[in-house]
């Protein structure tokens, strides 16, 4: 029982749950993509808690409203891959279940990356990229792009245009794959490595509020001029007084479970997210998150600035 919930003000829990995006209440489109249409190679499914993403379908009303990033999710059959191409902005893709190949392509070289629950690529802007699932699971990842309306993407090696073969390769031909290699005297290998973040060799940080940060993406992380990007730890009974950020930001719950509240004239509200369950908290209301459970939580932190974290959590 919520200890709170007799004393709710009701139009602030309204507001709320208007930004709460449930994975039970959304469905996967396997039509987001019109340029995949017609070919079963590409097929992938889409579901969009902020924003279109990638997609044309920007007037999805059970979409939350972007601001600095989109976020959805996409998942992806063993055998299907997705066309190299590219944006005018950054975009990440952070591995949820199964094993991705993403590839990076130049003057017809490409380099190639496998990646792993909890892996991170930020794709970096005006870079072809493509990706495949070479794997015997499906893939389930989140794609966030760093601008509320991002540009359709442009296509390097589409299927429609260049052979099957070398359009699975993503433009590269017999020969010209590479891979992933930090040391690799190559220079897409050199940059790709720069935006390649592997979970179990990033540092784990134990933020005084008691829960641990791993910095993807932001000071600390990879560099970048858009959003940052964390993974949070939040061990069981944990939870942090309301803080106000100047721009957004969004709880993505990967595992267990998080309660995030907003406060407003003293009173606050709460909505407890489990695994794939979203809020989206706009610029200046107060908010906090707690563990309620009995396990700890593992959730996907996006917020929608590049500048050095400015909230001090504190320990409720
Ligand atoms: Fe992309």
């Known amino acids: 029982m919520n200890v709170h919930a007799v004393s709710e003000p009701a139009e602030l829990k309204e507001r709320l749950l208007q930004h709460v995006g449930r994975f039970v209440d959304k469905e996967f489109d396997w039509d987001a993509f019109p340029s995949n249409s017609g070919f079963a ?5 889409q579901m969009r808690y902020i924003g279109a993403g990638g997609s044309p379908k920007v007037g ?7 601001d600095h990033f989109t976020l959805s999710l996409i998942y992806k059959e063993p055998g299907k891959y997705a066309a190299c191409h590219s944006h005018e902005i950054e975009e990440s893709f952070l591995i949820i279940d199964g094993a991705l190949i993403v590839g990076w392509e130049k003057d017809g070289e490409v380099v190639e990356v496998r990646l792993g629950p909890k892996d991170m690529i930020l794709n970096a802007r005006e870079i072809g990229h493509g990706f495949r699932n070479d ?17 359709p993407p442009v296509y390097h ?37 720069k935006f390649v973040v592997r979970h179990n060799e990033l540092e784990t940080r134990w933020d005084p509020a008691g829960f ?6 932001g000071p600390g992380g990879i560099d970048n001029d858009t959003c940052r990007k964390e993974m949070l730890g939040v061990p069981m009974g944990v939870g942090v007084k309301p803080f106000v950020r100047d721009v ?24 407890e997210l489990g695994p794939r369950d979203l809020v989206k908290t706009p610029a200046g209301q107060p908010h906090w998150f707690r563990n309620n459970s009995a396990g700890a939580a593992t959730v996907w932190y996006v917020i929608g600035s590049s500048a050095p974290e400015s909230v001090v959590f504190e320990k409720a």
């Open 135 to 151: 794997g015997v699971e499906p893939v389930l990842m989140s794609i966030s792009v760093d601008v509320g309306k991002p540009l």
């Open 212 to 217: 641990t940060r791993k910095v993807y993406v």
């Open 157 to 193: 090696y589409h299927p429609k245009e260049h052979p099957p073969e070398l359009a699975r390769s993503f433009g590269a031909q017999p020969g010209k794959t590479m891979p992933f290699d930090p040391k690799g005297a190559h220079p897409i290998q050199q940059l790709m490595s």
């Open 41 to 45: 190679e590409l097929e992938r499914a």
């Open 60 to 66: 999805d009303t059970t979409t939350l409203k972007p």
């Open 248 to 271: 957004e930001d969004a709880f993505f719950v990967l595992e267990g479970s998080l309660t995030v509240g907003w406060e407003e004239d003293g009173k606050t509200v709460e909505v």
